[in-house]
């Protein structure tokens, strides 16, 4: 039995429902796990992927499987979206974008501070590739305006962006970009489906690293991009069968099984994290938080309109930043000092100014000035797990002493 529709289905009934084909044949109430690469076939089905269409049967798992098709059924509800196409990694899907819809002459117009592997990709392969690539801040829509040119074929987001948690209005952008026939994507690790739904609010393309919030438990890495169906068939036919990003069925199986509790999950770390943001903000050894849910972020009133969670990312900066890190690497207890975001597990990680700069944004003049004014030497990056918040803020409190 599958849901007959979903219409009338509430988030938490869809996440654990949605997209799920229990097995006909045992009864089994769990998706199966189905780890074949290859499918025995009873017709003749063309080998080239320019053939592929929805209603081709299961050939080989890089084409389409049974388990991964119910996780892109799944997150196609989440999102209300047309399809999905799941992949890899976050960067397999942004890559998978990027690549299958720009070519040689286009113009690709991209935040100035996003993920560094989105960042880099877009700065050094697609240039190498004859795009031309513009970095703007968008939170600032006039800037994403004045970037726009006639090629222009892609704006790209990232809201809430990495590191510093700026908001970037989509229905603004999608207006811009839409003005100039160019394709709006949406990078909504951040927020999750649960605090936004970029496609109702005018993106063409939605993409997610499931290695964070979606699958939360830190043990399953994974992408996906949600959008209408023809802007995915190129995605599924180009890019899943010929780049080969394809993701592991036991993965696609462990994700779809951390998003029966994502609605749960969202609500603990926003209740969580805004706990520990007002910690922060009134501990004396804290120079400044950014937590979207506090008033005093600086576009809390954009994120408070276009967010229904604030998510549980929160940004803060100290004095003496690398001596802080040591400490939180030798004395944190229950806090994981390391990368990612998006577990249950609470985690922490110091991004330095010099690193991101240096390497991944390249940023000049008042761009670079604004960053450093918000970011200083170095901004950790918390992202706020299911603990008990108590717990959180007495690690914390201990070495921040
Ligand atoms: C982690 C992340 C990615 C890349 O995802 P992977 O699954 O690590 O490849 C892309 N965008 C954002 C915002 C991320 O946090």
């Known amino acids: 039995m599958t849901l007959k529709t979903t219409a009338d289905k509430g988030i938490q009934t869809l996440s654990i429902h949605g997209g799920e084909n229990p097995d006909s044949a045992t009864g089994a109430s769990a998706p199966g796990l189905e780890m074949s690469s290859t499918f025995m076939v009873?017709?003749?089905?063309?080998?080239?992927?320019n053939n592929l269409t929805a209603e081709t049967p299961f050939v080989y798992t890089r084409w389409d499987n049974p388990t991964?098709?119910?996780?892109?059924?799944?997150?196609?509800?989440?999102?209300?979206?047309?399809?999905c196409v799941a992949f890899a990694s976050g960067m397999a899907a942004s890559a998978a974008v990027m690549l299958a819809h720009l070519s040689q002459g286009d113009h690709l117009v991209i935040s100035n501070t996003n993920y560094p592997g989105t960042?880099?990709?877009?700065?050094?392969?697609?240039?190498?590739?004859?795009?031309?690539?513009?970095?703007?801040?968008?939170?600032?829509?006039?800037?994403?305006?004045?970037?726009?040119r006639d090629n222009t074929r892609m704006l790209w987001l990232e809201t809430p962006s990495n590191p510093l948690l700026r908001i970037a209005d989509i229905a603004t952008a999608a207006g811009i970009a839409h003005a100039r026939d160019a394709l709006l994507a949406v990078d909504s690790t951040f927020a999750s489906p649960i605090?936004?739904?970029?496609?109702?609010?005018?993106?063409?393309?939605?993409?997610?690293?499931?290695?964070?919030?979606?699958?939360?438990?830190?043990?399953?890495?994974?992408?996906?991009?949600?959008?209408?169906?023809?802007?995915?068939?190129?995605?599924r036919g180009e890019a899943l069968v010929?780049?080969?990003?394809?993701?592991?069925?036991?993965?696609?199986?462990?994700?779809?099984?951390?998003m029966a509790t994502l609605p749960l999950r969202m609500r603990c770390h926003e209740a969580n994290a805004h706990t520990v943001a007002s910690f922060l903000e009134a501990h004396d050894k804290v120079e400044k938080v950014l937590y979207p849910g506090l008033e005093s972020h600086p576009q809390h009133a954009l994120a408070r309109a276009q967010m229904d969670n604030f998510s549980g990312m929160i940004s803060f900066r100290t004095a003496n930043p690398k001596a802080i890190a040591q400490r939180m690497m030798q004395e944190l207890e229950v806090i994981h000092y390391?990368?990612?975001?998006?577990h249950h597990r609470s985690l922490v990680y110091l991004m330095q100014t010099v690193d991101l700069i240096g390497s991944s944004y390249r940023l000049e003049g008042d761009e670079l000035d604004k960053y450093r004014d918000e970011a200083g030497e170095g901004i950790f990056r918390l992202s706020i797990g299911l603990e008990d918040p108590e717990d959180l803020i007495r690690d914390l409190e201990a070495v921040l002493a």
């Not at 997610?208 to 949600?226: E, F, N, P, Q, R």
């Not at 780049?243 to 951390?258: D, E, H, K, T």
Request: proline letters at 4%; one cysteine or more.
């Open 68 to 83: 991964t098709r119910q996780l892109e059924q799944k997150l196609a509800i989440l999102e209300q979206a047309e399809a």
């Open 242 to 258: 010929h780049y080969g990003g394809v993701i592991s069925p036991f993965n696609a199986w462990l994700i779809m099984r951390g």
């Open 338 to 342: 390391a990368v990612s975001l998006g």
């Open 195 to 235: 605090a936004t739904r970029p496609l109702n609010l005018g993106a063409d393309l939605v993409i997610h690293s499931l290695t964070k919030y979606i699958g939360g438990h830190g043990d399953a890495m994974g992408g996906s991009v949600c959008g209408s169906q023809a802007l995915l068939g190129p995605l």
């Open 42 to 49: 009873d017709e003749e089905i063309s080998f080239s992927a």
């Open 119 to 148: 960042a880099e990709f877009a700065r050094e392969t697609l240039t190498r590739l004859g795009v031309e690539v513009t970095p703007v801040d968008t939170t600032q829509p006039a800037k994403i305006e004045s970037a726009m």
